[in-house]
């Protein structure tokens, strides 16, 4: 099922697809929507209802030329989940995802089953003290990559990396939908939000999730980045040992272990709903 809904005032698509009587909910990370999942919900098809969803600004959701916060895209989430999901589901993000998932875990708690974080945003880790100086160099490039979108050539030579790891089908809808001017330009704004949203989540972390938790971690850093990584990983690795039931997992993965290694994050899905199934038999 397709759909287009309004959520506090701005327009979401979402995608349900899968059948069975347990639900999934998930959240991209920043610059991408839906289509980011492409390689892990068709494994699940046959296991649960799965929600994927456009936030406000990306692919098929409308456009917005508000400038929205982390604790505005949590609102999203619960407002769309509250109005698609009718049953108590599992919670999996990506990235900045994780930001808004674990904001967005305030409100639905009670609903949560689970919650998979995949290489999540660590906002404690050293590496985000000055991310507002590393999102201004960002923004400064992606000027450049706006302006560049105009163009399918270079929009793609763009976005080589996202081609190089995604399946081809997923990736040419994410040229289509994403790598597109106001694709970039709601990009910039996300990353404006995270480094907006690092100093008050440092003031005031969002509550642990009291569900079953499972952070996985990619163990391949960026180069250059190797340092920077072990510190995060670090910092994520704290998070997930804070929790009343967290489980923290390398994976033999880049950033994007979705799409490189979908069958770990399909596995970890099944995990969390077959633990929560585990817990209600037992309760009954």
């Avoid at 407002?79 to 049953?87: H, R, S, W």
Wanted: proline share 6%.
């Amino acid at each position: 099922m397709r759909q287009t809904m309004q959520v506090n005032g701005r327009s979401v698509y979402v995608e349900e697809s899968g059948r069975g009587p347990d639900w999934v909910v998930f959240v991209a990370g920043a610059g991408q929507g839906r289509t980011c999942w492409d390689a892990v919900v068709p494994l699940l098809a046959d296991r649960a209802r799965l929600v994927t969803y456009d936030r406000a600004g990306f692919g098929r959701s409308g456009r917005t030329t508000a400038q929205l916060g982390i604790d505005d895209m949590a609102a999203d989430l619960v407002a769309m989940a509250e109005a698609v999901v009718p049953d108590r589901f599992v919670l999996v993000a990506h990235s900045m995802g994780g930001l808004v998932a674990r904001r967005a875990v305030e409100t639905l708690g009670p609903r949560l089953r689970g919650v998979l974080l995949v290489d999540p945003t660590q906002e404690s880790a050293p590496v985000y003290d000055t991310f507002d100086q590393t999102a201004a160099k960002v923004d400064r490039a992606l000027v450049v990559s706006q302006a560049m979108m105009r163009f399918r050539l270079l929009a793609r030579m763009a976005s080589g990396h996202i081609r190089r790891i995604f399946p081809a089908d997923t990736y040419a809808t994410m040229l289509t939908e994403d790598f597109v001017p106001a694709g970039i330009a709601q990009t910039r704004k996300e990353f404006k939000a995270v480094a907006a949203a690092i100093p008050q989540l440092r003031a005031e972390p969002p509550c642990l999730p009291a569900c079953p938790t499972v952070l996985l971690s990619a163990s391949r850093p960026a180069r250059g980045r190797k340092r920077q990584h072990a510190v995060i990983a670090d910092h994520q690795q704290r998070w997930a040992a804070a929790l009343p039931d967290g489980r923290f997992e390398k994976v033999d993965s880049r950033h994007f272990i979705q799409a490189e290694q979908p069958g770990i994050v399909a596995d970890r899905i099944r995990h969390l709903l077959d633990q929560a199934d585990r817990t209600r038999a037992q309760s009954a």
